[in-house]
């Protein structure tokens, strides 16, 4: 269970040791899911917001693997084909029981063509790592396939185009649980505004596949507030809860 990523993460939480009993023991158990809120509920009780299920383009629904990568290596929607070297389509195990979702390619991933490559995905990699969940295991997408100029935030307009192809990833993997890491993520998955701070440690859905969501910061945050490691780990173990 430990290896040296693990615990090298762990310990930048200030947490010693990974500890087996937290996830195979009742007791231990039992005090994960006091944590938890019940479905649709966050942990203050208030009512979470119930997304709609999106509408999709015929076609996109209906692809398999290989066309929806292609559709979306030649998509030109809208405007972020323009200045983009590639789209990144998304990467990792097609059977993934975890997806992580981003919020779009940056410089290193424009040029790399896979989500989550540069200093900010090291940082991922560790997180995963720290549940046990090696990134080979999981599957990483964005809710925009094409990097935004100046690495600004996607808007509107952008993701709702790029949606059908995430959508369809979603479907095809059917994953266990889906990881939203942040803001961009979380909002459009969710189709909620609220603040990522508001909606960690909440169990969501995305409503259009009934599919659990769990809200976590997005790591190039957490390399800018190092502080914050510390909820994102209470997120991870949330997800690992919907591994075991
Ligand atoms: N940030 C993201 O949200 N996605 C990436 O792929 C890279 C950085």
Redesign the pocket.
Known sequence: MQDPEQIKYLKSLGIQLWVPRDYSGSESLAEVQTSVAVEGESSTGQEEPRPQPIKLSGDIAEMNWDDLQQAVLGCTSCGLHVERTQA?FGTGNRDASLMVI?????A??DIQG?????R??QLLDQMLQAIDCPRSSVY?A??VKCRPPNNRNPQPEEALQCAPYLHRQIALIQPRVILA??K??AQNLLQSDLPVGNMRGSHYRYAALDIPVIVTY???YLLRSPKEKAKSWQDLKLVRSYLE
């Open positions: 990144v981003g919020e779009a390619p940056g290193d991933e896979e989500p989550f490559v540069g900010a995905g990483i964005n809710i890491a942040g961009v993520a997005h790591p190039a």
